[in-house]
């Protein structure tokens, strides 16, 4: 089976059908993480190249093991080690890439719209790995399906995502994929993280995090971005950790099934307190689970590999 298109750049560009159908994959591929044996052969031979511009941990490192439980080979590039330091350009690197012949190349980059530019360069799928302050398609993708398997759905429920909204590629993949699924998807936060405009993406708004987490049933936690924290967005990390951190006190506020999500890496007693980040509304870890089961789906659907 295959989806009808090269690539995967973003939520915004895909349909309800096309977003189900890839849940409904990566459901199919859990299994295989709880085998003995967490091998399928369904991408022998294909070579995939994951080229990361930035940091990561969980995304990295979850593109690779799906890639090598589906028998692929698994090149990774960190562009520190690479000729990217020399000064190499990404269309150079794209063009040498592409003259060893991937079946697929997954990229991180610090520029929104960098994967863009990459899959016009390349014959091959370009699976986009988080680009600047655009969109993290895979991340939104596992939170869909970490909802999905607790509620059973995700129509009618009501997300609220908390944080640096205007920094956060998580955030804006989320926007689109849960309203896009009929959620009811509501954004908290400073003022000054708040991007303008950000109505027009089907969201509500709110400046109080106590009113956006009242009756919802998701509440997202976003990174906040100490690397930020000198462009005078909030006061002091303190004054923020109080009016949108998620401590047990403001949890008191929320249903009583609310589940928690957090992209990673979490900064902790900043956006979350460890005992919410560990306790037993925490889907954190489930999170990070079914990011290989997500990221095997976007590979056997872009690739078209068999299933034996
Ligand atoms: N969620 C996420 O993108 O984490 P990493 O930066 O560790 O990949």
Redesign the pocket.
């Known amino acids: 089976m295959k989806i009808k298109r090269k690539d995967i750049l973003g939520i915004e560009d895909l349909a309800k059908d096309e977003i189900e159908l890839i849940l409904s994959t990566a459901e199919s591929f859990k299994e295989v993480s709880e085998r003995e044996i967490k091998k399928v052969p369904t991408l022998r031979g294909r070579t995939i190249i994951n080229l990361f511009y ?8 979850s593109f690779e093991i799906a890639a090598k439980r589906m028998s692929a080979d698994a090149v990774n590039i960190s562009v520190s080690s690479s000729s990217v330091v020399k000064g190499e350009t990404l269309r150079d690197t794209a063009k040498n890439l592409e003259a060893m012949n991937p079946d697929c190349i997954v990229i ?1 980059h610090f520029s929104s719209g960098a994967p863009h530019i990459l899959s016009k360069l390349v014959k091959c799928p370009v699976i986009n ?2 680009d600047g302050t655009h969109e ?1 398609p895979s ?1 939104a993708l596992l939170d869909m399906l970490t909802v999905k398997e607790k509620f059973g759905r995700i129509e009618g429920l009501k997300v609220a995502i908390i944080g640096d909204i205007l920094h956060s590629r ?1 955030a804006r993949s989320n926007i689109y994929g849960f309203t896009k699924l009929g959620a009811e998807v509501r954004v908290a936060g400073l003022p000054t993280m708040m991007p303008y405009g950000i109505e027009n993406m089907g969201c509500r708004v709110f400046y109080n995090m106590e009113d956006a987490i009242k009756d919802a049933d998701v509440i997202m936690m976003l990174r906040i971005q100490l690397e930020r924290q000198n462009a005078g967005l909030f006061p002091t990390v303190r004054e923020y950790s109080r009016l949108f951190g998620l401590d047990a006190k403001k949890l008191e506020r929320a249903k009583k099934d609310v589940v928690i999500l957090h ?3 979490v900064n902790r007693g900043i956006e979350i307190s460890s005992d919410v980040a560990d306790g037993k509304y925490s889907l954190i870890l489930d999170q990070v689970k079914n ?1 290989v089961a997500v990221r095997m789906a976007l590979f056997y659907l872009l690739l078209g590999g068999s299933r034996e």
């Open positions: 930035e940091a990561s941990t969980r995304t990295r490192t991180r790995a988080g993290h991340q998580v992209p990673g890496p990011g």
